[in-house]
């Protein structure tokens, strides 16, 4: 009977080793500090030092490593990584917006098969450029479709969780997919266009999804955009001034030239403002293409130009958006250039967070 009495003996050691082990994962768990807004971001943290996940974040920010089709500078697919390097310098205390950071900010994973895409399709384009043939253009103009059905995949799964998403470029024409993605939940919207160009060619260079075609694109093919306010417009060509005003203002543009002469003529800028953001519907699209922006701020996007908003020209004109009682539905960040002292990225990283402020602020 001695033996026996053994064997009942191990299943009880057995259950102390258990309990042992729980004890160390609860103190594992506990030992876990909470986070720190005023801390060092931590090696491996995601966009703005913060660590979350899909699920808990409010909202989502979809990288997308496009620039098939630029016409100047390169770089801007490499924007959505140099983003998130930059964003971890940011303090996340924000004087307009208070504490963005806490509804949780998800990056969400870069697709390695859109970045492929991209710089298969930016071949084709160089060949195209050189030699352009129905079969070589047609190949390119499915390979910009496949990207619009990425993004707007991407974007529906996010919007079915009731997030907020903003897209994180790439050239323009990523943005495509997200404002077609939101057109299926609400019936009229309009878009903030803030932009050194119209970005209202027909088929730019034959490209169907040119990044110069991307307004023309969402006027053409979104009945649900009822009005695009364009602002800071600087560079364009004849025929697409045309297709503003023959658009019965649908699409309003507030050339740079223009409200630099009324500011210059004793309009303060504050009624700039209120005349534009009057001119928006009560939901708003916000795409920010860098180049709207002074150069100085951003002067590695592909195609700067001399002119343009003031970081803090931008800001307040978002901030009135809301302050008015518009709801910002969605936004992008688009054509921001790759430097080695990251500072496109750093300016960008800032209107990202501060984008997403005044949208969470705006619900």
């Known amino acids: 009977m001695s033996p026996a009495k053994k064997k009942k003996a191990t299943p009880k050691k057995s259950a102390a080793k258990k309990t042992t082990s729980k004890k160390k994962s609860t103190a594992r768990k506990a030992s876990t500090p ?45 924007a959505p990584k140099e983003v998130l390097e930059a964003s971890k310098q940011l303090d996340l205390f924000d004087a307009d917006t208070g504490r963005p ?65 903003g897209v994180l470029g790439g050239d323009h024409s990523v943005s495509f997919g997200l404002i077609e993605a939101l057109a299926a939940r609400h019936d009229a919207f309009g878009i903030l266009h803030i932009d050194a160009h119209h970005d209202l060619r027909r088929a730019y260079e034959g490209f169907r999804w040119s990044h110069a075609s991307i307004m023309h694109n969402v006027a053409e093919s979104i009945p649900q955009v009822e009005r695009i306010v364009q602002v800071g417009v600087r560079d364009f060509c004849e025929s697409e ?40 519907p009560d939901k708003v699209y916000v795409s920010l293409d860098v180049d709207g922006l002074d150069p100085k701020l951003c002067p590695h996007t592909g195609t700067p130009v001399p002119g343009g908003l003031d970081f803090s020209e931008l800001v307040h004109l978002l901030a009135e958006v809301v302050h008015s009682g518009r709801t910002l539905i969605g936004f992008d960040v688009v054509e921001v250039g790759a430097s080695r002292d990251r500072w496109d990225a750093n300016v960008a990283a800032r209107l990202l967070y501060k984008l997403i402020g005044f949208a969470l602020a705006s619900r």
Request: aromatic share 6%.
């Open 34 to 78: 909470p986070f720190d807004p005023e801390a060092p971001a931590q090696p491996g943290s995601g966009l703005f030092g913060l660590r979350t996940t899909a699920k808990l974040a409010r909202v989502h920010v979809l990288p997308v490593p496009w620039e098939a089709t630029v016409s100047s500078g390169k770089g801007t697919a490499k």
């Open 101 to 165: 950071y806490e509804a949780g900010i998800q990056l969400l994973p870069q697709s390695a098969t859109i970045r492929r895409l991209s710089e298969e399709t930016t071949a084709l384009v160089t060949r195209a450029r050189r030699t352009p043939t129905p079969k070589l253009l047609e190949r390119i103009d499915r390979a910009g479709a496949r990207l619009n059905a990425f993004v707007k995949r991407t974007a529906e799964k996010s919007l079915s969780a009731d997030k907020i998403v």
């Open 241 to 280: 001034q045309r297709y503003v005003e023959d658009s019965d203002r649908r699409i309003i543009a507030h050339y740079d030239q223009e409200m630099r002469r009324a500011t210059f003529e004793g309009v303060s800028f504050r009624n700039v403002v209120h005349a534009i953001v009057q001119q928006l």
